[in-house]
């Protein structure tokens, strides 16, 4: 299913990709690839996921002006050149790296396209002015609720960034995986891609207070139900925040 939101058409890919483009034809992609979501092979855990996402066939759509990778757990380099456009611009968080993960990628540096390191407070102007980007701050606060036995977060500040992207005059947030913390309050956001997975990062209930101080105009849930760690009860998200008073949709195949 597609989304319709403000002239913009979003689609939610499986895991954390999501894959937008303008009413010009402009088309950005945030965290392609993992878990199957792009190669046709399904491999979801959670009870229930294949059924709400059941395996796509594979993905070569090579379409992207921009790419979006927020930090090491999400990135895929097979999976950027399964979206990536020959001349498409990839931004990806200065800490990931091919050394850092024992996947089989190649460092980002390495892929055939305009690669850009981004910090987790950056902004960067895309396609001759018509796209601008903003990162923020995305991590675990290891005084917060999703840290571990040993006092150890699975995402320390500083490995990656959410990103907000404004497209046609419309802003999207992407989070990507982090705690809901409150500066992300003071952005202004039209359509928020809420991470509801919890576990490893911000639950359905975090995102929906986060979402009720965004007071964006639309909220579309992603990142849950591809592995038994970030299963999630996606309708009572979209209750809970409907009951907010805030619009709300789910795409789920």
Known sequence: MTIRHDGLSVDWLGYATVRIETPGGFVAYLDPGRYGVLTGEWTGDSPGAE?????????????????????GHHYDSD???????????????EAVSANATDR????????????????DDDHQ?????????WTVAAYNDPD??????????????????????????????????????????????????ANISGSVCMDRHDAADLAE??????VLPVHYNTRDFLEADSGAFASDVAKRGVPVVLDER
């Open 51 to 71: 059924a709400a996402h059941p395996a796509p066939t594979a993905y070569h759509a090579r379409d992207a002006d921009l790419v979006c990778v927020t930090h």
């Open 104 to 119: 089989d990628v190649v460092d980002p540096e390495d892929l055939p396209y305009d690669v850009v390191r981004v910090t």
């Open 79 to 93: 999976g950027v050149e399964r979206v990536a456009g020959e001349d498409a611009t990839v931004l990806v968080h």
């Open 125 to 133: 102007v895309v396609s001759d002015g018509d796209v601008d980007v």
């Open 213 to 218: 101080s965004l007071d964006p105009d639309l």
């Open 144 to 193: 917060g609720p999703y840290t571990r036995a040993d006092g150890s977060v699975l995402h320390p500040r500083g490995e990656g960034c959410g990103y907000l992207l404004s497209l046609d005059g419309t802003t999207v947030f992407w989070p990507g995986d982090s705690d809901a913390h409150g500066a992300f309050s003071r952005l202004e956001v039209s359509l928020f891609l």
